[in-house]
C-alpha cells in the first residue's frame, strides 16, 4: 500500500548501510572466509532458491569456507524443486561473498545467496542464475540498468493454528491502525532493526488492510540485490515471528475474507553511462501521472500488459494465488488486487499504476512469487514491449472497483487459475525465450505436477455440494 520514495536514491549515489563493524572496510573482492572473519560469524548458510521460491541452504563451518567459495556445496536437485532426476549429478551452490550478512537474531550464523552450477556449467533453470544473466546482458548490450523495489506484505498468525495472532486485530477498516501496529511492536521494531544490521534499512513499515496484516518497505536498489534482500527479508520475518511465539506467513490469500498478500514491484530501468540518468523519466509538464512516463517506460508498460496472461505463471505462480486475483469484495471493501490487464495514473484500482512519480507499480504479483524469477519475467515483458514498440493504449481514469471487476472493454482477462496461467506462458514464445526456455519449460513442468495433486484433492465444498446429488 506504500508509495517507494525514489527521487534522490540511485544504486551508485547512495550510500548502503555497513553490514560490518565500525572502523572495519571490506573490499569488493574480499573472499568468503575474509568476510566471515570479519563479521564473526562461526557458521554459514549457503543458500539459494528453486523453482518454486523455497530458500534451501546447507551450515557449514567458516573453517571451511574457503573450499566452499571454490567447490561449492553440494545438492541433490531433484531434491529440491528442479527439472531434474535422482540420477543427475551433483548442483553446486557458489556462494557470493558480496551478500554475506550476519543473522542479528542468531549473531554466530552468517547467510549467503548462492548461484548453482552442473558439470562446471551454470544451471540454465536456476533463478538467481536467470535473473543474473539477464541483468548482465542488459547492461553489456544496451548499457541499461534495471531497479526493483518490493512492497512485501505478510499475516502474523498463531503458532500453532490458522489463526490471526492479534485477537483485537478485529477492525473492519483495519489498514493503518496505530493500535494494531503498537500491539506488535516487539516484533515490527526487532524486524526493523534486523534490517538495518544486515545492510537494507527499511524506511517504513504498516499495518495493511486485513486483520492481522503487515507490510515492511525498503530502499529500491539493483533487481538482484533487491532479489536477494526479497529473500532474506522472508526468512527475517519467519524466523523473528517464530521467536515471538507466532507464525509469518506470505500465502497469497490465507483467509477468503480479507485482503490477500500482494508483492508489488515498483520498476525503473537507468542508464549506466550517463549519471544513472532514469530513462522512464519524460521531463514533460504533466496533466496525468503517466505524462511523467517517457516513451520507451510507456513501451516497457505496453510490453508488461501484452504479455500479462504468460506471465502470470511467474508472477501469480501458486494455486491459492488466484484465490486473490479472482477475489470478491473483501471485508475492507477492495481486494487490492486486479482481474483485468490495465494501466492508469496514480490509481491502485488497476494493475499497473503509475504514481506521481517516472516509475512503474506493477501491482499484479503476490507474495508466492519466487524472488529472482519476478524481476526476471517484469524485464523480459518489459523489454519485449520496448523492442516492438508496444502501445499500451490510452491509460484508465475508471474506478476499477466500481463493479467489482474492469470495466474497459477491450483489457485482457487474466487467468482464472494456474493451469491457466500455465498454458498461456507456454503459448507465449517470445516471453519463454525472453526468459530462458529451459527455465520456464521446467517450471510449467513441475507447476503441472503440482497442479494435478490439486485436481485429484477432495474438498469440503464438493462433499456439501454434492454428496446428496
Not at 530513462?279 to 513501451?299: H, M, N, V
Request: aromatic share 8%; with cysteine; charged share 25%.
Amino acid at each position: 500500500m506504500a508509495a517507494l520514495t525514489r527521487a534522490t536514491l540511485s544504486l551508485h549515489g547512495r550510500r548502503a548501510a555497513s553490514r560490518y563493524p565500525a572502523g572495519i572496510r571490506m573490499m569488493s573482492d574480499a573472499s568468503l572466509a575474509e568476510r566471515a572473519r570479519a563479521l564473526g560469524v562461526k557458521y554459514l548458510l549457503i543458500s539459494f532458491d528453486d523453482l518454486f521460491g523455497t530458500t534451501r541452504s546447507k551450515l557449514i563451518p567458516t573453517t571451511a569456507a574457503e573450499s566452499v567459495e571454490t567447490d561449492g556445496a553440494g545438492f541433490a536437485g531433484f531434491a529440491a524443486h528442479f527439472d531434474m532426476t535422482p540420477a543427475d549429478p551433483d548442483m553446486l551452490a557458489i556462494p557470493d561473498p558480496s551478500t554475506l550478512v550476519k543473522l542479528p537474531w542468531d549473531k554466530e550464523i552468517g547467510w549467503v545467496a548462492s548461484n548453482l552450477v552442473v558439470r562446471g556449467q551454470p544451471l540454465l533453470q536456476g533463478p538467481r542464475n536467470r535473473l543474473k544473466d539477464m541483468c548482465d546482458d542488459l547492461l553489456e548490450s544496451r548499457g541499461l540498468v534495471l531497479k526493483t523495489g518490493v512492497e512485501c506484505e505478510f499475516f502474523l498468525l498463531n503458532k500453532d493454528s490458522i489463526q490471526i495472532a492479534d485477537g483485537y486485530d478485529t477492525a473492519s477498516k483495519p489498514c493503518y491502525d496505530q493500535s494494531a501496529l503498537m500491539r506488535q511492536r516487539g516484533f515490527v521494531c526487532e524486524l526493523n532493526d534486523a534490517m538495518q544490521e544486515m545492510g537494507f534499512p527499511p524506511y517504513q513499515t504498516d499495518h495493511e488492510d486485513a486483520n492481522g496484516q503487515f507490510e515492511c518497505n525498503w530502499h529500491y536498489d539493483h533487481a538482484l540485490t533487491t532479489a536477494d534482500r526479497h529473500c532474506l527479508f522472508k526468512f527475517t520475518a519467519k524466523s523473528l515471528a517464530a521467536k515471538y511465539g507466532m507464525r509469518a506467513t506470505f500465502m497469497p490469500k490465507p483467509f477468503s475474507n480479507l485482503t490477500g498478500n500482494g508483492c508489488h514491484v515498483h520498476v525503473t530501468l537507468h542508464c549506466a553511462k550517463n549519471n544513472d540518468i532514469n530513462i522512464f523519466k519524460s521531463g514533460k509538464s504533466r496533466e496525468d501521472a503517466t505524462d511523467l512516463l517517457s516513451e520507451t517506460g510507456k513501451y516497457f508498460v505496453g510490453g508488461l500488459l501484452a504479455h500479462a496472461r504468460g506471465l502470470c505463471a511467474i508472477t501469480n505462480p501458486s494455486v491459492n494465488s488466484y484465490k486473490r486475483l479472482s477475489a470478491p469484495v473483501t471485508a475492507s471493501g477492495a481486494t487490492w488486487a486486479p482481474a483485468t490487464a490495465t494501466w492508469a495514473g496514480n490509481n491502485r484500482s488497476h494493475m499497473i499504476r503509475i504514481p506521481d512519480a517516472p516509475r512503474i507499480e506493477f501491482r499484479l504479483p503476490d507474495m508466492s512469487a519466487n524472488p529472482y524469477l519476478l524481476p526476471s519475467g517484469i524485464l523480459a515483458a518489459g523489454m519485449l514491449g520496448v523492442d516492438g514498440k508496444v502501445d499500451p493504449g490510452k491509460p484508465s481514469t475508471e474506478n476499477a472497483y466500481a463493479s467489482g471487476t474492469e470495466t474497459k472493454e477491450d483489457a485482457i482477462t487474466l487467468p482464472a487459475n494456474l493451469l491457466d496461467s500455465l498454458r498461456a506462458l507456454e503459448d507465449d514464445k517470445k516471453l519463454c525465450r525472453a526468459i530462458g526456455k529451459e527455465c520456464t519449460d521446467a517450471l510449467v513442468k513441475l507447476r503441472k505436477v503440482q497442479w494435478g495433486d490439486y485436481t485429484r484433492h477432495l474438498t469440503k465444498w464438493e462433499l456439501t455440494h454434492t454428496l446428496d446429488c
